[in-house]
C-alpha cells in the first residue's frame, strides 16, 4: 500500500489482542502496514504471497499453533528469510527457551506491555 515503508504480518486469533496492535501501530509505527490473520494457515498464505518484513505470531492458535506453523515458515524458501516474533501467554523460562531454539527472533509475552512491542519490532525493522 501506498505510503508504507514497511509491512508486518500479525497472526492472532484473539480479536482484543489484534485491536490493541493495531492501536500500538496506528500510535507508534504509523509508517508500518500492519497486515492480519486469525488462522496459522491464514497467516503462511499470506506470508508467502505478500513477503512482509517481519511476522508476529501467536503461539496458542487454532488448528496449528505458533511451533507448527514456524516449521512450516522455516521450511518455505519463500518465507524462511522473514524474522518472526513470538507472543503467548506462557511466561516460563521453558517456554522461553522453547521458543529460542526454534528460531524465533524475539518471545513477548502477554499481557503484551505497548513499549516492549513497539521497541521489538523497529528493532526486527532494522530501526
Ligand atoms: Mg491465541
Redesign the pocket.
Known amino acids: 500500500m501506498e505510503g508504507y515503508n514497511k509491512a508486518v504480518l500479525y497472526v ?3 480479536p482484543l ?1 489484534m485491536a490493541l496492535m493495531h492501536h500500538i501501530f496506528k500510535k507508534n509505527l504509523s509508517s508500518v502496514q500492519l497486515l492480519k490473520a486469525e488462522t496459522a494457515e491464514q497467516g503462511l498464505e499470506i506470508a508467502a504471497r505478500e513477503q512482509p518484513d517481519l511476522i508476529i505470531l ?4 487454532p488448528g496449528l499453533n505458533g511451533y507448527e506453523a514456524m516449521e512450516y515458515l522455516q521450511s518455505n524458501e519463500d518465507t524462511r528469510h522473514i524474522p518472526v516474533l513470538a507472543t503467548s501467554a506462557f511466561a516460563q523460562a521453558s517456554d522461553m527457551e522453547r521458543a529460542s531454539s526454534a528460531g524465533f527472533a524475539d518471545y513477548i509475552t502477554k499481557p503484551f506491555q505497548v513499549k516492549t512491542i513497539t521497541d521489538s519490532v523497529k528493532k526486527l525493522l532494522g530501526g
Open positions: 492472532e486469533d484473539n489482542n501467536d503461539i496458542g492458535l
